[in-house]
């Protein structure tokens, strides 16, 4: 009997059984590196005042966003205009400006040298909402992250100890409408660094992901719906089992090119120094180790940002 081919990416309720939901998360992830997430658990309200705090922040003329932007500080905190960030190898940058947020330590902190403190826009109510939807995107994050480590054959809590003081990052993402654009695209294809994305915002088109038969395939989540994607620490430490895809943001046309897009990536990541070591149950004599050496998420991030121009 014939099977039918390529079942969509289509959304998976994180409110079933945890195993099923894990069985079925990790399909997706394994065939196409994202899945589409519903019942997620990050309030409307929050989403909404994250929302509102992003458009507030980018409505700001330029010179002002500018006195927000760290120079040599790989775009970790605060704002970074358009014209800087670039995918690896891309001869222009992308068509964004983006805000980065990041975990609020204590002073004297033993990450503090890697993590630097968050920088604040003169935006009312910005504070707030940003501290709210990064602790809330950590929260789900933490719930895929056990559906990950259950269909890995891991113990459900195996990334909780290295992620609770990962060095995960916030992004508010602007793209212009077209007109105003310097040229390129949105966002060149790309793969992600860090553990897992966790994206909000992504129902305004564009979204594609490369499917392993060398097609885009559109992510198209239903408003609301939480998209999800491996990145490439996670590929690695599970040796290519779950690949980290390559994305991009295409252009808009149309009716939809006079709209801007704006969007809410959570890189989750793990602590600093978190050794990435192949999980020895993802080695197999069809996959044989490819990474024999260990090294920290904090020596790959480096190696990463420098590659994307953030460096
Ligand atoms: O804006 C989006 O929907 C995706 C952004 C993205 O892929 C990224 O910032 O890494
Ligand atoms: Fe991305």
Redesign the pocket.
Known sequence: MKTAIADRLSPVSIDACPAAFSRRLMHDFRTYGFGVVTDHGIPAETIRAAETAARRLFALPDAVKRQWHIRGAGGARGYTPFGIEAAKDAATADQKEFWHVGRALPAGHRYEAVMPPNVWPDVPGFREAALDIFAAFEATGARLLEAIAIGLNLPADFFAAPTREGNSVL?F?HYPPQPAAPSGIR?AA?E?INVI?L?L??QEA??ELLTRDGTWLAVKPPEGALVVNIGDMLQRLSNHVLPSTT?R?SNPVGEAAKRA?Y?M?FFLHFAPDYLIETLPGCITPDNPDRYPEGLTANAYLIERLREIRLL
């Open positions: 992004r993402l966002a790309h992600d994305t994206l915002g992504a564009g979204l994305h943001v897009r969007s990536p």
